[in-house]
Nanobody, 119 residues
Framework: QVQLVESGGGLVQAGGSLRLSCAAS????????MGWFRQAPGKEREFVAA????????NYANSVKGRFTISRDNAKNTVYLQMNSLKPEDTAVYRC????????????WGQGTQVTVSS
């Protein structure tokens, strides 16, 4: 079992920044890809960013490219999402998830942290 706990969300004005953290416990995530997703009220969950085990490969949704940066510290079993130049449309619950090696889907999910961007 893997437990994922997100933190760092909050209320910020448009143009501001937040840094989300996702701490994993229960298992060392060797080889795991980690992802961030978000879901706004009344909308479907959408992919935000992902990072491979080494951190050498990342990918982003077009809507956040150039503004968000995903990173990880494997010694701390933690993945981060630095969010800059935030927009009201970034308002959502942000959740992290794990993708085991060789699997195409994410298996463990955190509860999420709320990000609210005011205009």
């Amino acid at each position: 079992q893997v437990q994922l706990v997100e933190s760092g969300g909050g209320l910020v004005q448009a143009g501001g920044s937040l840094r989300l953290s996702c701490a994993a416990s229960g298992r060392t995530l060797t080889g795991y890809r980690m992802g961030w997703f978000r879901q706004a009220p009344g909308k479907e969950r959408e992919f935000v960013a992902a990072i491979n085990w080494s951190g050498a490969a990342t990918n982003y949704a077009n809507s956040v490219k150039g503004r968000f940066t995903i990173s990880r510290d494997n010694a701390k079993n933690t993945v981060y999402l630095q969010m800059n130049s935030l927009k009201p449309e970034d308002t959502a619950v942000y959740r992290c998830a794990t993708q085991p090696p060789g699997k195409g889907s994410y298996d463990y999910w955190g509860q999420g942290t709320q990000v609210t961007v005011s205009s």
